[in-house]
């Protein structure tokens, strides 16, 4: 039966996505830098990884932390030189882990070459971007930024606007010129030559846009996303970018933010574009509320039943001969235990549920710095504390439209969403600053780095380090794991998310008692020879069927 998997290395892989301005750093200046990835590659083989996705390392003016790209080939001198990202690669390779890079096309740095020559017209740069007519006071169409504004800004040189879906200094490169789409190839055939494994491409649902730039639907936000996200000639572009990995043994996850589910399946898999993943985002969503994505009063609440839904609908449609990226978090999305997990009294346990529930599902898990330690939140008193170009555009829209007086009737809601919660610096000790730097980290330290560290972690041998570590070499030993078919039981069950996964005929239950009472298990499964292949509490229910299970229990048996 296993013989007729369908099997690939970066279905059996786990990834572990770096920050690398978060990570460690080793030169005292409170950034990251790549000596102190370096330093820690010991710890990834340690957990047990097999890839590491790199946020973007290359030279950056930072408006948007390195996903404004001002050179494609360099790294930012912040970061190292090109001698320290190489060691990295062979530090990995040597251990037999993989380097993906992240790759950001839709859009640049204003401060690129391309942008400044563009600008001025000059020769064949002139229609590298999306320019177009219009008095300074009136942009080209009413489209809204996916940061909050106008999506376009008036440039004083060239007196015409351009088009910038994310940051005023993230100007949008114009995908209809073949120029722009060679050049983008060359530099990943670059890249490849150097030897990585893959790339993680950055927002590429929006690189093509409606002909004409028409006005869009006006909508609570992004006014204008039905013309820039999953427009027309898409995939036209999407096959640009995948026929460059023909001759090389890579993997490659797509991010749309703006895809439905059966979007991201028609993009991945035989019939697909000649991406392996897509990272799609309706779970991610869950606690925002209705439409607006600054719902002011709903955010944070959430109902089991529904994330069993989604999840369910998207584990079905991604079914074979599809495949699914599974993720709980990344450096765009707040800390997953104080949204969906409990990050007072259960920390541990609902870290340790969580991670049980993305190590079992089908597809290739991604971990983000800090989840495997389960860290939380923090809280910003101040716009001025924060750095999110995402959060602080939104903040100021919702002061600036009336909807709000201060920064303190939205601080709530701000701290809860901005993206800064993901990039608070690893904690690696109890240290200063978490051992993260001896100098001045660039963001605040969270509040709980004296007890949530990596040190304490390795220590506690019933930490969520340790149960990261347990699940990432069960799911390196188990098909089962990884290809099983998955089914969902008790689909209105309040407290418990259950399924089976089944790889012909051998079954796994896992048990996910997502709440923080007990709860008792009636299934439909004969479980009565079950054996526990890893649970995050000691001894747990042998058989699951009519067993009690405690507050955040999460057990997965061998039927
Ligand atoms: C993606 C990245 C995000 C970035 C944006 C613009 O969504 O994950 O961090 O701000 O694209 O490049």
């Given at each position: 039966?296993?013989?007729?998997?369908?099997?690939?290395?970066?279905?059996?892989?786990?990834?572990?996505q770096?920050?690398?301005?978060?990570?460690?750093?080793?030169?005292?200046?409170?950034?990251?830098?790549?000596?102190?990835?370096?330093?820690?590659?010991?710890?990834?083989?340690?957990?047990?990884?097999?890839?590491?996705?790199?946020?973007?390392?290359?030279?950056?003016?930072?408006?948007?932390?390195?996903?404004?790209?001002?050179?494609?080939?360099?790294?930012?001198?912040?970061?190292?030189?090109?001698?320290?990202?190489?060691?990295?690669?062979?530090?990995?390779?040597?251990?037999?882990?993989?380097?993906?890079?992240?790759?950001?096309?839709?859009?640049?740095?204003?401060?690129?070459?391309?942008?400044?020559?563009?600008?001025?017209?000059?020769?064949?740069?002139?229609?590298?971007?999306?320019?177009?007519?219009?008095?300074?006071?009136?942009?080209?169409?009413?489209?809204?930024?996916?940061?909050?504004?106008?999506?376009?800004?008036?440039?004083?040189?060239?007196?015409?606007?351009?088009?910038?879906?994310?940051?005023?200094?993230?100007?949008?490169?114009?995908?209809?010129?073949?120029?722009?789409?060679?050049?983008?190839?060359?530099?990943?055939?670059?890249?490849?030559?150097?030897?990585?494994?893959?790339?993680?491409?950055?927002?590429?649902?929006?690189?093509?846009?409606?002909?004409?730039?028409?006005?869009?639907?006006?909508?609570?936000?992004?006014?204008?996303?039905?013309?820039?996200?999953?427009?027309?000639?898409?995939?036209?572009?999407?096959?640009?970018?995948?026929?460059?990995?023909?001759?090389?043994?890579?993997?490659?996850?797509?991010?749309?933010?703006?895809?439905?589910?059966?979007?991201?399946?028609?993009?991945?898999?035989?019939?697909?574009?000649?991406?392996?993943?897509?990272?799609?985002f309706?779970q991610s969503?869950i606690?925002?509320?209705?439409?607006?994505?600054?719902?002011?009063?709903?955010?944070?609440?959430?109902?089991?039943?529904?994330l069993?839904?989604?999840v369910?609908?998207?584990?079905?449609?991604?079914?074979?001969?599809?495949?699914?990226a599974l993720f709980v978090g990344n450096?765009?999305q707040p800390r997953i235990v104080s949204r969906l997990g409990?990050?007072?009294?259960?920390?541990?346990?609902s870290a340790?549920l969580i991670a049980t529930f993305l190590m079992?599902l089908?597809?290739?898990p991604y971990v983000y710095?800090?989840e495997e330690?389960g860290?939380?939140?923090?809280?910003?008193?101040?716009?001025?504390?924060?750095?999110?170009?995402?959060?602080?555009?939104?903040?100021?829209?919702?002061?600036?439209?009336?909807?709000?007086?201060?920064?303190?009737?939205?601080?709530?809601?701000?701290?809860?969403?901005?993206?800064?919660?993901a990039?608070?610096?690893?904690?690696?000790?109890?240290?200063?600053?978490?051992?993260?730097?001896?100098?001045?980290?660039?963001?605040?330290?969270?509040?709980?780095?004296?007890?949530?560290?990596?040190?304490?972690?390795?220590?506690?041998?019933?930490?969520?380090?340790?149960?990261?570590?347990?699940?990432?070499?069960?799911?390196?030993?188990?098909?089962?794991?990884?290809?099983?078919?998955?089914?969902?039981?008790?689909?209105?069950?309040?407290?418990?998310?259950?399924?089976?996964?089944?790889?012909?005929?051998?079954?796994?239950?896992?048990?996910?008692?997502?709440?923080?009472?007990?709860?008792?298990?009636?299934?439909?499964?004969?479980?009565?020879?079950?054996?526990?292949?890893?649970?995050?509490?000691?001894?747990?229910?042998?058989?699951?069927?009519?067993?009690?299970?405690?507050?955040?229990?999460?057990?997965?048996?061998?039927?």
């Amino acid at each position: 039966m296993t013989d007729d998997i369908d099997r690939a290395w970066w279905k059996e892989a786990v990834v572990y996505q770096i920050y690398p301005r978060s990570f460690n750093d080793t030169d005292g200046d409170g950034i990251g830098d790549l000596p102190g990835i370096v330093e820690k590659v010991d710890y990834l083989e340690e957990l047990g990884v097999d890839v590491v996705w790199l946020c973007p390392v290359y030279e950056s003016p930072d408006a948007d932390n390195g996903y404004d790209i001002a050179d494609y080939r360099s790294i930012d001198p912040q970061y190292g030189d090109m001698s320290d990202w190489e060691a990295l690669l062979d530090e990995l390779h040597a251990r037999d882990m993989r380097l993906i890079m992240d790759l950001v096309v839709n859009h640049t740095s204003d401060r690129h070459e391309w942008f400044r020559k563009s600008r001025r017209r000059e020769g064949e740069y002139e229609d590298y971007y999306r320019w177009a007519d219009g008095t300074p006071d009136e942009p080209p169409n009413n489209w809204e930024s996916i940061f909050g504004g106008p999506a376009w800004s008036y440039d004083e040189v060239r007196e015409q606007w351009y088009l910038h879906l994310f940051h005023h200094n993230q100007p949008d490169l114009n995908w209809r010129n073949p120029a722009v789409r060679e050049e983008i190839t060359d530099m990943m055939e670059w890249w490849l030559e150097k030897g990585i494994d893959g790339f993680r491409l950055d927002a590429i649902d929006h690189l093509a846009k409606t002909e004409g730039l028409p006005d869009g639907e006006p909508a609570d936000a992004m006014t204008g996303s039905e013309h820039y996200s999953h427009a027309p000639r898409l995939e036209e572009h999407l096959e640009v970018l995948t026929s460059v990995l023909d001759d090389h043994d890579v993997m490659t996850v797509g991010e749309m933010g703006g895809a439905t589910v059966e979007q991201a399946a028609e993009y991945v898999g035989e019939d697909g574009v000649g991406l392996d993943m897509i990272f799609e985002f309706s779970q991610s969503g869950i606690d925002r509320g209705e439409g607006d994505p600054w719902d002011l009063e709903h955010f944070g609440s959430w109902e089991l039943t529904e994330l069993k839904e989604i999840v369910s609908h998207k584990q079905e449609t991604l079914a074979e001969p599809e495949w699914d990226a599974l993720f709980v978090g990344n450096h765009d999305q707040p800390r997953i235990v104080s949204r969906l997990g409990d990050e007072g009294a259960y920390r541990e346990e609902s870290a340790a549920l969580i991670a049980t529930f993305l190590m079992t599902l089908r597809g290739t898990p991604y971990v983000y710095q800090g989840e495997e330690i389960g860290m939380t939140n923090s809280t910003f008193e101040t716009l001025e504390d924060m750095d999110d170009p995402g959060a602080i555009g939104h903040a100021e829209q919702l002061v600036e439209s009336g909807r709000v007086d201060s920064f303190a009737d939205i601080r709530d809601v701000v701290n809860y969403w901005s993206r800064d919660q993901a990039r608070t610096p690893m904690q690696w000790s109890d240290e200063p600053h978490a051992g993260f730097t001896d100098g001045e980290p660039w963001l605040p330290v969270g509040d709980d780095y004296a007890a949530v560290n990596v040190e304490r972690a390795r220590a506690d041998p019933d930490s969520v380090l340790h149960h990261y570590r347990e699940l990432i070499d069960l799911r390196h030993e188990s098909d089962l794991l990884v290809y099983g078919d998955y089914e969902l039981l008790l689909p209105d069950h309040e407290q418990f998310f259950v399924y089976v996964r089944t790889l012909g005929d051998e079954r796994a239950l896992v048990v996910l008692n997502w709440s923080r009472e007990r709860a008792t298990l009636d299934v439909d499964v004969d479980a009565a020879d079950a054996e526990v292949l890893i649970g995050n509490y000691d001894d747990p229910p042998a058989d699951p069927d009519g067993s009690d299970f405690r507050p955040y229990e999460a057990v997965v048996y061998r039927l």
